[in-house]
């Protein structure tokens, strides 16, 4: 294990084999885990988490986040949420995001004749938290910027770029088309950075 960024109470950080338990960390049938929210150092043998002059903060309703499709089921989309950091502020998801589709699932005949779904698994999204549940943040995708922003064709896995259509996805390699809700920053990786930056300030 290495310094792997922001953890959150109760997160496995290894076992005692590898580590030696230190600040902010405990142990539990010879594994260790971290007590607080902060930041891993493991070095020298010695794990702990620190806080130092960070402040972290949990992601809530109105924040916009960045994530990853993770799975689908007929009415929900499920999604791995990024963490932020502003300056010294760390911005910590502290459980998954999901997309609930509208009445008939994600998979609907597009116009022109192909399927459309608003995002599929492993696509890059932006999407914005309208609702903090128990156990999920709940996301939207109405925004202009708000969507998809990298995918992979499910035919061949080439990169998609954006067609002629606003709505639609077109592989460079074998022509495969898919229907996404398309964010307008869509293949920008740097307005992307820039846009994710903005929010956080």
């Known amino acids: 294990m290495t310094n792997q960024g922001i ?9 005692e084999e590898e580590f030696t338990p230190s600040e902010n960390t405990f142990t539990e049938n010879g594994e260790v885990y971290a007590s ?4 891993v150092n493991a070095s020298g043998g010695k794990v702990k988490i620190e806080n130092g002059m960070n402040e972290i903060r949990s992601l809530g309703r109105g924040s916009v986040v960045i994530g990853t499709v993770v799975g689908a089921l007929p009415s929900v989309i499920f999604v ?10 760390h911005y910590v998801a502290l459980k ?10 994600p998979r609907e005949q597009h116009s022109r004749g192909m399927e459309f779904k608003p995002c599929g698994m492993g696509d890059l999204i932006i999407a914005r938290i309208v609702r903090d549940d ?6 939207s995708l109405n925004g202009e910027e708000e969507g998809v922003v990298f995918s992979r064709c499910e035919t061949c896995s080439f990169p998609l770029v954006r067609g002629k259509n606003d709505d639609v996805l077109e592989c460079g390699r074998c022509k495969h088309k898919e229907g996404r809700k398309i964010s307008s920053l869509y293949g920008k990786t740097e ?8 929010a956080y300030r």
């Open 80 to 89: 791995n949420i990024d963490g932020m950091k502003s300056g010294t502020r």
């Open 134 to 139: 128990e156990d999920t943040y709940e996301l």
């Open 7 to 15: 953890t959150v109470p109760g997160e496995k950080l290894g076992v």
């Open 96 to 105: 998954d995001g999901k997309l609930v589709m509208a009445r008939g699932g």
């Open 191 to 198: 307005e992307v950075k820039t846009f994710m930056d903005k």
């Open 36 to 39: 607080a929210v902060g930041l």
